[in-house]
């Protein structure tokens, strides 16, 4: 009857009928239905000639047009980075059945689109940068003294990281970014 929202999380809001009323299953043939030519409620057993009950999953949720199942998991403490490579091998480790598949989502996934839409944006981004301090120095030699430097940078960054046992992720990215950038400010 609704969506209760948490977080980024949308749960549903479902209207039952009281548990006394809800556990028998042969009392679906008493369910009051209104009728709008009769202009009352009416059972449901003198609408139909007999009702039979199957179960069925009530939502079927599907990605790319194939069924699927999403299991949610938030770390206690830590990164959600850290709970994943705790938790990838054995995941990775059952055997599924035929048919099926496993894909990991929500913030690996995240990472992943943001990483490549990143690699496409990097070498306009670059270019960019080389182009103005060309034109700033209406030379080719100082410039490329300039961005001989750009290497340094990227292995000194990648030391830290390391150092510090830190992922290279998105955030990692926009601060080499950065720091390219304010290296070639500083130089210009």
Not at 28 to 53: C, F, G, H, K, Y
Not at 76 to 90: C, D, H, N
Not at 116 to 132: K, R
Request: include cysteine.
């Amino acid at each position: 009857m609704g969506v209760y929202r948490e977080d980024d999380l949308i749960l549903p809001i479902i209207m039952k009928a009281p548990l006394d009323e809800n556990s028998d299953i042969a009392s679906i043939a008493n369910l009051q239905i209104w009728s709008p030519v009769a202009n009352r409620n009416v059972s449901l057993a003198q609408l139909v000639d007999a009702t039979e009950t199957v179960f069925e999953d009530e939502t079927i949720i599907r990605q790319d047009r194939r069924r699927s199942y999403s299991i949610f998991a938030d770390p206690v403490s830590g990164p959600a980075t850290e709970l994943w490579a705790e938790i990838k091998a054995p995941i990775e480790a059952i055997a599924l059945p035929e048919g099926y598949r496993l894909e990991w989502g929500g913030e690996y996934e995240d990472s992943g689109n943001a990483n490549e839409s990143l690699g496409q944006q990097i070498p306009p981004f670059i270019g960019g940068m080389i182009l103005p301090t060309i034109v700033l120095f209406n030379s080719l030699r100082q410039p490329l003294v300039i961005w001989m430097g750009v290497p340094f940078i990227i292995i000194g960054g990648t030391a830290g990281l390391l150092r510090f046992d830190q992922p290279f992720n998105f955030m990692a990215i926009l601060g080499f970014l950065s720091l390219v950038g304010m290296s070639i400010m500083r130089l210009c």
